[in-house]
């Protein structure tokens, strides 16, 4: 057979990249319509219910419903409903950064210790009874727990440029999940019964305990850092096919990975010091945009948003059904759905290596 008349010449290719192409971007806009549909769900469920239709004349033009619903809807489920989204987005973006700078399918803020650093930033404000000069009383607990949380990613970044290599990295960071998890125990048994009580519900992940200047904070956040990680998406790309190979593309990878891992601190420390841990959705998102499409950014890293926001949007939906009458920490939902997940992802890859 000839190259002309091989079905793989280059116009055949162009033909079916394009087909891709369509394809992926159709999955996109279908994520996004059921990030939006997961959005008025989670903001129509709860003790009182309310039709779809009732939340979004409230949402829109609140004097055509009743000042209950009115108040139901933007007062008390359209701050939580927001966070889920944003949340979800920034950790699911960071988790997918994480895994393709690293190498590693089983990378994520949860589980190299960022998450961890974040909740020991947070027993020590709340133990210690800490307080910081010139800041409000509501953003000393989130300051502690960025500040721990993106003194972590350093910690990585600082080790991925020595001869540790992306494995070693990987090995830190859970040794750091590990002592961060050790150290919060210790303050754990030190506490007082109320400080104790407190800590515990934080560390279960909440995302109704944020309001209107801590949500613009973390929209404002995700904004400025995903145009920059779209930047960096061909290169991202490129590196998926190892770093030798990317750096002969022009890319490069020292920048480039310190560039994706200052934007992982900055995403998970601020996600983390607002709701509390929340895990896996770092981990989970990244897979299925990735089951989706494929490995180029330029489509992957939108993608990672909706999953990520998707994921975080249905469990906070789930966080309300669960027991009638509850509404349990959203954190435990996503423990619930991950951990499976994370299960099935360690066992396919010793599959593979073995």
């Excluded at 944003?86 to 590693?104: F, K, P, R």
């Excluded at 145009?227 to 750096?247: C, D, I, K």
Aim: with cysteine.
């Amino acid at each position: 057979m000839t190259l002309a008349q091989s079905p793989m010449t280059k116009e055949g290719l162009a033909a079916r990249y394009r087909r891709t192409q369509r394809r992926r971007m159709l999955w996109l806009v279908l994520a996004v319509v059921c990030v939006g549909l997961a959005f008025l769900l989670d903001i129509a469920t709860g003790p009182a219910l309310l039709s779809p239709h009732r939340v979004l004349r409230a949402l829109l033009d609140p004097t055509s419903v009743t000042l209950a619903e009115a108040t139901i809807v933007r007062s008390l489920r359209l701050p939580p409903a927001v966070t889920a989204i944003l949340v979800g987005a920034a950790l699911s973006l960071a988790g997918m950064e994480m895994q393709t700078v690293l190498d590693n399918p089983l990378a994520s803020p949860f589980t190299l210790g960022l998450s961890s650093a974040a909740t020991f930033g947070a027993a020590l404000c709340i133990v210690l009874g800490t307080t910081l000069p010139h800041l409000p009383q509501a953003w000393i607990l989130p300051a502690y727990a960025f500040t721990f949380a993106f003194g972590a990613a350093l910690l990585l970044q600082a080790l991925s440029r020595m001869r540790g290599g992306r494995d070693g990295v990987v090995l830190f960071g859970i040794a750091l999940f590990f002592s961060f998890n050790a150290l919060v125990a210790l303050l754990q048994f030190a506490a007082t019964e109320q400080a104790l009580q407190q800590l515990v519900f934080w560390t279960m992940g909440n995302v109704s305990r944020t309001d209107w200047p801590q949500i613009g904070v973390l929209a404002l956040v995700l904004a400025a850092i995903t145009p920059l990680s779209l930047r960096a998406a061909p290169g991202l790309t490129a590196l998926r096919f190892g770093a030798e190979r990317a750096r002969t593309f022009g890319v490069d990878v020292d920048q480039l990975r310190l560039g994706a891992m200052v934007r992982i601190s900055i995403l998970t420390g601020v996600a983390v010091a607002f709701v509390g841990t929340i895990g896996f959705v770092g981990l989970v998102g990244p897979h299925l945009a990735r089951l989706l499409m494929g490995e180029d950014h330029r489509l992957l890293l939108p993608m990672s948003l909706c999953t990520g926001a998707l994921l975080l949007s249905l469990s906070s939906t789930a966080s309300k059904l669960v027991v009638p009458g509850v509404t349990l920490p959203i954190g435990i939902v996503t423990a619930l759905i991950g951990v499976p997940f994370f299960l099935a992802l360690i066992l396919r890859r010793g599959r593979r290596d073995g």
